[in-house]
Structure formats: structure tokens, C-alpha cells
Nanobody
Framework: QVQFVESGGGLVQPGGSLRLSCAAS????????MGWYRQAPGKQRELVAG??????TNYVESVKGRFTISRGAKNTVYLQMNRLKPEDTAVYYC???????????WGQGTQVTVSS
């Protein structure tokens, strides 16, 4: 079974940056589109960034120009988050991109808190 482990979250001030990492217990093959999701208190989990098997990326409007999703050489997936805003505060998860695949069981996520 594929299991995802997220890391890199933390407490940052508005305007700061974080780089999240996602590692899989099993291999993340290049045929799988991957995504970063987030869930804020009282809100639905949403896909904020996705990367296709061909390397195309997509983002929700609220993070365009600030977040960048990428793949590492070891099938690791990253999310570079710049110019963070308080509304980015959420638990961030990685999984298969639901636009192309069915997500598997969720990991524990990594907490991102943007606050002054």
C-alpha cells in the first residue's frame, strides 16, 4: 500500500516561505499525477496544486504565483510556498491528484500556520 508522509510545515509570519516535502513508502511512479491538498479548520479539503505525469502543473487561483509544485529525482513531491498569507493556514497533505486518480488513504499531513 502506498503511504504518504508529509513534512516541512511550521509557523511562519505573513510573507514568509516554507517548502513542504512528500515522501511515499512505495514508489510514486511517473504515471501518477500528484497533488498537494490542504484543509483548514471548518473547511473542506481542497486540492491546491497538482502535477501531471507529463509535468504540467495547475493551481487553485488563490495560490497562483506563490506556490510551486515539483517532483524530486527520487519521486518525492515538493511544494514551495512563498509570500504566505494567514489564509494559507491549514494542514497540508499530499496524495494522488484527484483530477486523474483516486486518492489513497490520507497521511497525517503537516501543519502550516501563518501568523504574526
Amino acid at each position: 500500500q502506498v503511504q504518504f508522509v508529509e513534512s516541512g510545515g511550521g509557523l511562519v509570519q505573513p510573507g514568509g516561505s516554507l517548502r513542504l516535502s512528500c515522501a511515499a513508502s512505495g514508489s510514486i511512479l511517473s504515471i501518477y499525477a500528484m497533488g498537494w491538498y490542504r484543509q483548514a479548520p471548518g473547511k473542506q479539503r481542497e486540492l491546491v496544486a497538482g502535477i501531471s505525469s507529463g509535468g504540467s502543473t495547475n493551481y487553485v487561483e488563490s495560490v497562483k504565483g506563490r506556490f510551486t509544485i515539483s517532483r524530486g529525482a527520487k519521486n518525492t513531491v515538493y511544494l514551495q510556498m512563498n509570500r504566505l498569507k494567514p489564509e494559507d493556514t491549514a494542514v497540508y497533505y499530499c496524495n494522488f491528484d484527484s483530477n486523474f486518480h483516486i486518492p489513497v488513504d490520507w497521511g497525517q499531513g503537516t501543519q502550516v500556520t501563518v501568523s504574526s
